[in-house]
């Protein structure tokens, strides 16, 4: 069972003109694109523990068996160094504990509408563990980088590496990135035997980015992004009693970020957009906002929104036949079906000195009446949550 994250912002005092422009540049948010920071002077050790739950089903929804989703522990682990003057070491290291219940398949209830069946909540405990460590070499007007890492949990594994590289030009205010980054995972479910699952299978995930970044003036700047991602393999639910997806998915997204300061107020405002499709027919957008508002030199308050919606997988069916043929494409994953959400959240951020600490909350809401897309099938099962984390880092 694997699941993402997203990180917090980054504090960054204001003071200069190069503060300014560090703000609108740091923590951009689009995935895979390089950092471009310069060599860190410092040594730099973070913590972060977070709480990830998953709202209870109703009866409604889930007539039959336990209504409890999943809850989620995770430990995030970082170190940042110096290596020489030119070079840094980066190791993450992560642990998460998972229990709940995950959909099984959907079937029709006696008002002849869709209802989930939830697998056994006392069935579904797993722990992931992952590191990966990266290095860069910075140049006069660039720099280079990579990863490797390796994941491993009770059902899946996977070991991965990333190369990245950029380029500044026009003093410094513009910046071109370009990455690649490959993972090879191995599948083995639990209870394959038991549930006629398949016991052993594999996947492959290939990725390339380009970013260009700009400099507006002291005050602002702009970000785009574009990556393809090519994935191989089984991308079915081993855990789902009837779920069958191409051996092959190609997708590709054009994300794009613009950072303003607002020198009266002593806040900058944070702006992504990102659109999204692949082959299996999914289209989706994400908008989100953020303000990061600074109190004195040491606090920060970072109100955030975000609006996501996607149309529904070629093959999505808010109802299981299993009278189809196995060779048919089928899948009643809410994931896969039309569906808008909604969340918001707030984060404050403490600069202790040597210390930083940061505390950030979250509330997720799906529903297929928040779509922007038109719903022919809506799914059961869509997802409701909070989360909380709470981090600490230290500078030496």
């Known amino acids: 069972m694997r699941l993402q994250l997203a990180d917090g912002a980054k504090l960054v005092k204001i003071s200069t003109s190069r503060s300014l422009i560090a703000l609108s540049t740091t923590a951009m948010a689009l995935p895979g694109i390089a950092s471009a920071d310069a060599p860190p002077t410092q040594h730099t050790v973070s913590y972060k523990i977070s709480n990830y739950k998953e709202d209870d089903l109703s009866r409604r929804e889930a007539p039959f068996g336990d209504l409890d989703r999943y809850d989620i522990d995770v430990h995030q682990f970082q170190l940042v160094s110096p290596v020489g003057r030119n070079m840094s070491l980066q190791v993450d290291a992560n642990y998460e504990s998972l229990s709940g219940a995950s959909p099984w398949f959907t079937s029709t209830g006696l008002d002849g509408q869709p209802v989930v069946n939830l697998s056994g909540a006392s069935g579904i405990r797993d722990r992931r563990s992952e590191i990966s460590v990266g290095s ?23 070991i991965y590496f990333g190369l990245n590289g950029e380029r500044s030009f026009n003093n410094d205010l513009s910046t071109v990135s370009l990455g690649f980054s490959y993972s090879s995972d191995d599948i083995f479910p639990t ?11 594999d996947k492959q995930s290939s990725s390339i980015f380009l970013s260009f ?38 997708q590709f997204a054009w994300s794009n970020s613009y950072r303003h300061f607002f020198i009266a ?12 499709h692949d082959d299996f027919g999914i289209s989706s957008h994400t908008t989100d906002m953020s303000w990061h508002q600074n109190f004195a030199d040491s606090f920060q308050v970072i109100p955030s929104l975000r609006y996501y919606s996607q149309s529904a997988a070629d093959f999505f069916t808010n109802v299981d036949n299993f009278l189809n043929p ?15 959400a909604l969340s918001g959240g707030i984060s404050f951020v403490a600069d202790l000195g040597e210390w930083t600490a940061t ?38």
């Open 265 to 276: 107020a002593d806040a900058a405002w944070h702006l992504n957009y990102r659109y999204y």
């Open 326 to 340: 196995v060779s048919e494409y089928q899948s009643s994953d809410y994931r896969l079906s039309a569906f808008g």
């Open 191 to 201: 209870d394959a035997q038991v549930f006629n699952r398949v016991k052993k299978e």
């Open 213 to 250: 970044s700009q400099v507006i003036n002291p005050l602002s700047s702009f970000q785009s992004a574009v990556s393809i991602t090519e994935q191989s393999g089984f991308l079915s639910d081993p855990y789902k009693l009837r779920d069958i997806r191409p051996e092959d998915k190609t």
């Open 136 to 158: 860069r070499y910075y140049l006069s007007n660039g720099s280079l980088g990579g990863n490797l890492g390796y994941s491993e949990e009770d059902d899946y594994r996977a």
């Open 359 to 396: 505390l950030t909350t979250e509330r997720y809401m799906a529903n297929e009446k928040y779509s922007a897309y038109k719903v022919t099938q809506a799914s059961t099962a869509l997802v409701k949550y909070y989360r909380v984390s709470l981090g600490f880092a230290y500078s030496f």
